[in-house]
């Protein structure tokens, strides 16, 4: 991050502390949002996936798709390699998703009954939510 990048958060969270403000940032680099979530929530398809506290999402990534996120994020040291989760199968259009959960169609892990059922959301863990069959208490 640069000075000028520095200097806008320092003002960003000022803010936030003066007048109680939240904020709502959305982007498509998650190692952006990193640095300046408190909480991080990621969606596939328009639907919330997985949510969780920066540190705890960042240390433990739960859903399949997060997993992959997380993997393609560049390491600053160059010579310490991380292992790249490449999603296959075809990625549905938001317009027409698919029936089940709803990353069915790239999950690793998939199952013939969730091409059926929706997961429900799950703690996981004290505040890191997860809709994923593969932490389904049933």
Not at 37 to 65: C, K, W
Request: charged share 20%; aromatic share 8%; with cysteine.
């Amino acid at each position: 991050m640069n000075e000028k990048d520095c200097l806008m958060l320092k003002h960003i969270y000022e803010a936030q502390d003066e007048y109680k403000l939240t904020y709502l940032f959305i982007a498509h680099d998650i190692s952006v949002v990193r640095h300046i979530s408190d909480r991080i929530g990621v969606m596939n398809l328009g639907q919330m996936v997985e949510h969780a506290p920066t540190d705890s999402l960042f240390a433990t990534p739960l859903h399949p798709y997060t997993q992959a996120l997380l993997s393609a994020v560049p390491l600053p040291n160059p010579l310490q390699k991380r292992e790249r989760i490449m999603l296959r199968g075809e990625i549905p259009s938001p317009m027409d998703p698919p029936s089940g959960c709803i990353f069915h169609t790239r999950c690793p892990f998939v199952m013939d009954r969730w091409k059926k059922e929706a997961p429900v959301k799950q703690e996981a863990a004290p505040q890191h939510f997860v809709s994923c069959h593969l932490y389904s208490h049933s």
